[in-house]
């Protein structure tokens, strides 16, 4: 079954230092996402993606992130300069977008990647 | 602007007795509504989702929810829990590129 898959599974990195977290989507989905979990706390809504631009980004997703998809097959979330309250856990997510004629909206999840800001 | 409520922050519950965990959406327009379900250390999995047709849906593990519109709830039900429903459960409305999510809600299942 075609699934999402994120790495690093996690990673340890000092305030300040630049983070690339990587998502394989699903090869035929058309949206690319990215959410935020930090620890005990609700899953919040960064960023999508769709044909090659951010199409919606919420309040968390400052100038300090970026998001790229720089072949077929990668989305990349960056984080330029870290935080200790980026510590959290990222999850991306694709889904197929329009799909005939209905839009099912449905989102597949990656397993995340857990990002510890020292 | 959509958002999504769940109630009760903790829940437990017996092994084999009933479920409810309560959602509550706000939504400008029909929603799409959806449950999903975390174990500790996991990612997001699908359990059941509502688009349109039939409010009552059935989902994996033995999960089913009922879409109320005029409660704006999607309350997730299940008839018998087991010790392996233990996890994290997180109500989610809207669809590609306006899902939120709950806060959602931890089950413990006691012996």
């Known amino acids: 079954e075609p699934e999402v898959t994120q790495t690093p599974s996690h990673q340890v990195t000092q305030m300040g230092q630049e983070v690339i977290l990587r998502c394989v989507p699903i090869?035929?989905?058309?949206?690319f996402y990215w959410y935020r979990q930090i620890l005990g706390q609700k899953v919040e809504f960064l960023v999508s993606?769709?044909?090659?631009?951010?199409?919606?980004k919420s309040e968390i997703f400052d100038d300090q992130f970026s998001v790229e998809r720089p072949d077929g097959s990668n989305f990349t979330l960056k984080i330029r300069s870290t935080k200790l309250e980026d510590s959290a856990m990222y999850f991306c997510?694709?889904?197929?977008?329009?799909?005939?004629?209905?839009?099912?909206?449905?989102?597949?999840f990656g397993e995340g990647s857990r990002l510890t800001v020292l | 602007a959509q958002s999504v409520t769940q109630p009760d922050i903790h829940i437990t519950v017996s092994e084999g007795a009933s479920l409810e965990l309560r959602c509550n959406y706000s939504y400008g327009a029909t929603p799409y509504l959806f449950w999903y379900v975390q174990s500790p250390g996991q990612g997001l999995q699908l359990l059941l989702k509502y688009f349109s047709g039939d409010t009552l849906v059935q989902g994996i593990k033995g999960f089913e929810a009922e879409f109320k519109r005029s409660q704006s709830s999607f309350n997730l039900r299940k008839p018998s829990v087991h010790w392996s429903d233990a996890a994290e459960y997180f109500c989610a409305v809207g669809g590609y590129n306006d899902m939120r999510f709950g806060a959602g809600t931890r089950l413990t299942v006691k012996p």
């Open positions: 993606f769709y044909n090659n631009e951010i199409s919606e």
């Open positions: 997510a694709s889904s197929e977008g329009v799909s005939g004629t209905e839009n099912t909206g449905e989102l597949f």
């Open positions: 090869s035929n989905h058309l949206y």
